[in-house]
């Protein structure tokens, strides 16, 4: 076959009967302690996220949904932001690989964006709209949220 065009990296997947392209679910897939979008892998993994940060965003996407490719690099550019960046815990689960996540939170479409503040469900975001997702963001963020109520309480003192 093309074993010689082929990465050495793909080439386990040459003969292989999956219709998922190899390098899409590789980039989708992929984890690194440097990623500040995290993968979820399982339900533990899940729970644990939710519990140990106080914003999470989480992002129920699958690898053959063409809107959650197309919002994936903007959410992570987010994620890397320093507004955002170590404020707002960026998260990732494929619906398709864990389906016990899925189901917990209804997931009925994909992308679903899910805030959880203190562990607790606070907002939803249905479809691949990088303007709302943005403002869902901001509204979250706990550095926004202090520079605001300090803008308010010296407005408040002016009077």
């Given at each position: 076959m093309y074993t010689r065009s082929l990465p050495r990296a793909f080439r386990a997947f040459r003969g292989t009967t999956s219709t998922a392209n190899p390098i899409i679910t590789r980039l989708f897939t992929t984890s690194s302690s440097k990623m500040t979008v995290h993968n979820i892998a399982t339900m533990e993994q899940f729970k644990e996220t939710i519990a140990k940060n106080p914003v999470v965003l989480l992002d129920a996407f699958a690898t053959w949904c063409g809107p959650c490719k197309a919002i994936a690099p903007q959410v992570a550019r987010w994620a890397e932001e320093e507004t955002f960046k170590d404020k707002i815990y960026f998260a990732k689960f494929d619906v398709d690989a864990v389906p016990d996540v899925a189901q917990e939170l209804g997931i009925r479409a994909m992308p679903t964006f899910i805030v959880?503040?203190?562990g607790e469900k606070v907002d939803?975001?249905?479809?691949a709209n990088p303007p709302a997702l943005f403002k869902l963001i901001?509204?979250?963020n706990?550095?926004?949220a202090e520079t605001t109520e300090k803008s308010e309480n010296k407005s408040e003192t002016a009077e």
């Open positions: 959880f503040k203190d939803e975001l249905l479809g901001e509204k979250y706990p550095a926004e």
